[in-house]
């Protein structure tokens, strides 16, 4: 009796395009650590090797790239809605719910000062003064941004002319004096810090929940409603790309690549990576829930807050690095790298002759009756003229391979199914209609059990590699099912599903056909003229 043989699993080619290396960037950030808090984070501060969270009436410090939290700052009356470090991580800025202004150090648990007189409202936004250490600027519900003097703990420029929240400060430079900003009134603004003057207004159609200066200081992007902006600031004010990509509010703009991409976080759930020249989608990033701030340190860690009262930090898995011992040992070896590698901590490669004073060191201090005198030997390489016999290890077959060596077809196929993996139902398909027995796994089912049978078929019957198998089984199961099958409302509606999918797919291959005709009448025209 022969052995049973494994189904061969066949990979189907892929239907979209090759990844870019922008968008294989992007899907190495995998989530390591989840920080769950007891109110909703809006806001992600950042500092060198550190970031800080609001929750409510706390702030709280984490390390980085450890994740840990170093300190909660419980020193608010009101909660809390904006945070913003100082370039040099000394000093965090946060702004309260009744227009006050918080300073503090990330190191102790007591503000050194609170600013008032500058909002009557909740401060949203927060922006310090580039490389300055005395200015900082806010923003609140009232309408104004206030520039602060730190020295003299009080405003020293109030900027008025939004007539709505203002939602988010950018740009701002000790130099220049230029301050971005945006807001609830459907518009962004671009103020000069030390007139009080608004020198650009930039109108939207929707509230403008972001703002962001692109390197350069000549390009601003902002965020209105599910759309992204690009503005000229030169040419007064110019749009020069839009882009709809989120399926609701963008929350975040941020930067990446040291600039070159534009990043935005929306409440789909999703994180949209463009490029900063051609302003075109590059990467696509999903999330799994509402994000209502995000921010990039380095290349390395992606930060997100969302709606469900977590912070989720992503970390970017790294490339392998050199391997080490294993790039000097000899080609001639005829194993792999790693083998290699492991064979070089044991004293040599396969035909190597070990020392016997390496031999002797290598068990010294071993007794007999000892563990380790027990393994003695384990790590003896075999010469060139040595015969070498091989364990033989018993196969682990996958459940749907146990089911058909056991010719259990109805089995078979459920546990393929189980595995939401086409190319595996694919093959076990094919294996039953070469072993006639698709009809019996198909035959005597209940409401329960054709469920999943269904699903499947509404869902990858439209896919060209599996419209040919989808399509068999679909015509087995009205074969051997009448209406009184589908009594279930769910199978009803997963047959519905599938009929209307048939038919959209029917439809398009109509049209292609239709348009294929046009060009070749068209491309005959042209030949013959």
């Known amino acids: 009796m022969g052995e049973y043989v494994p189904v061969p ?85 946060a702004g309260d719910d009744v227009g006050d202004v918080h300073l503090l150090q990330p190191t102790k648990r007591t503000a050194l000062a609170i600013m008032k007189g500058g909002h009557s409202r909740a401060v949203h ?105 690009v503005w000229d600031l030169v040419s007064g004010g110019r749009a020069l790309a839009s882009t709809v990509n989120h399926a609701k509010t963008v929350t975040s703009l941020f930067l ?45 860690h992606l930060l997100t807050a969302h709606a469900d009262t977590t912070v989720v930090v992503r970390k970017r898995s790294k490339a392998t690095g050199d391997l080490g011992a294993a790039s000097v040992l000899p080609q001639s070896s005829g194993l792999t790298a790693g083998a290699n590698e492991r064979l070089a901590g044991f004293g040599g490669v396969p035909g190597m002759v070990v020392e016997p004073q390496a031999r002797a060191e290598q068990h010294l201090g071993t007794n007999p ?59 076990v398909v094919e294996d039953l209609v070469q072993r006639g027995g698709l009809r019996a796994a198909l035959a005597s089912r209940d409401e329960l059990s054709l469920e999943p049978v269904l699903r499947f078929l509404a869902r990858h019957i439209a896919n060209p590699n599996m419209s040919r198998t989808c399509a068999r089984m679909a015509n087995l199961l009205l074969e051997l099912y009448d209406e009184s099958a589908w009594g279930s409302e769910l199978n009803s509606n997963l047959l519905l599903r599938l009929r209307q999918v048939i038919e959209q797919e029917l439809t398009s291959q109509q049209a292609l056909t239709k348009l294929a005709g046009t060009i070749e009448a068209i491309v005959a025209n042209i030949i013959q003229v």
């Open 9 to 93: 699993v066949r990979r189907l080619p892929g239907l979209g395009r090759e990844l870019t290396p922008e968008a294989r960037f992007w899907r190495k950030f995998k989530a390591t650590v989840t920080l769950k808090h007891l109110a909703t984070t809006t806001i992600i501060a950042l500092a060198p090797q550190q970031f800080a969270v609001n929750a409510s009436m706390h702030v709280t410090v984490y390390d980085l790239p450890s994740c840990r939290e170093a300190r909660t700052l419980n020193c608010f009356k009101s909660p809390v809605h904006s945070l913003s470090f100082r370039n040099d991580g000394q000093l965090l800025a």
């Open 125 to 229: 936004a927060m922006a310090w003064a580039g490389d300055s250490k005395q200015h900082l600027a806010s923003g609140a519900d009232d309408g104004v941004i206030a520039i602060w003097d730190i020295g003299a703990r009080a405003v020293r420029t109030t900027l008025s002319g939004h007539t709505d929240r203002v939602r988010a400060l950018a740009g701002y430079e000790a130099e220049s004096a230029l301050l971005a900003s945006c807001g609830h009134d459907h518009t962004a603004r671009l103020w000069d810090a030390r007139s009080g003057k608004c020198v650009l207004t930039l109108s939207h159609a929707q509230p403008v929940e972001s703002v962001l200066v692109l390197p350069g200081g000549a390009l601003v992007a902002t965020a209105a409603g599910n759309g992204v902006y």
């Open 256 to 300: 990446a690549a040291s600039g070159r991409s534009l990043v935005s976080a929306g409440l789909d759930g999703q994180i949209k990576v463009y490029d900063v020249g051609a302003f075109g989608v590059q990467a696509s990033l999903r999330l799994g829930s509402p994000c209502l701030a995000a921010a990039l340190v380095g290349d390395t």
């Open 369 to 427: 009756g000892t563990y380790r005198y027990f393994l003695r030997g384990g790590r003896h390489l075999p010469s060139q003229g040595d015969f070498v016999v091989s364990a033989r290890r018993k196969t682990q077959f996958a459940p749907y391979d146990r089911s058909l060596r056991k010719f259990r077809y109805k089995e078979a196929l459920d546990e393929a199914l189980k595995s939401h993996e086409p190319a595996i139902v694919a093959a």
